[in-house]
Nanobody, 121 residues
Framework: QVQLVESGGGLVQAGGSLRLSCAAS????????MGWFRQPPGKPREFVAAITRDGGNSYYTNSAKGRFTISRDRASNTVFLQIDSLQPEDTAVYYC??????????????WGQGTQVTVSS
């Protein structure tokens, strides 16, 4: 079992950037595909991006392409989500998840506790 802890969220003005981190303990993230999801206020949780366990492939929802970048660092057992040109509609709780992710499959099995991102206009 892997335990996940997100960090890096906060309050930022529109147009700014944030880098979210997801640190793993227990089983290494290197053994899992990893994904990021978000839950805007009053809305269901939605997929944002994923990266395969070998880092060879990454997947993004259409709205995330171009502004979001997922990456992983095997040495620190951490997955990152870089978000650029933040917009108020990016306001959400962001969650990382370990699981199985492909171009068409989204199967998270372990969740972190989430980190709040708030974008002011």
């Amino acid at each position: 079992q892997v335990q996940l802890v997100e960090s890096g969220g906060g309050l930022v003005q529109a147009g700014g950037s944030l880098r979210l981190s997801c640190a793993a303990s227990g089983r290494t993230v290197n053994d899992n595909d990893m994904g990021w999801f978000r839950q805007p206020p009053g809305k269901p949780r939605e997929f944002v991006a994923a990266i395969t366990r070998d880092g060879g492939n990454s997947y993004y929802t259409n709205s995330a392409k171009g502004r979001f970048t997922i990456s992983r660092d095997r040495a620190s057992n951490t997955v990152f989500l870089q978000i650029d040109s933040l917009q108020p509609e990016d306001t959400a709780v962001y969650y990382c998840a370990a699981g199985r992710f492909t171009e068409v499959k989204r199967e998270p099995s372990t969740w972190g506790q989430g980190t709040q991102v708030t974008v002011s206009s």
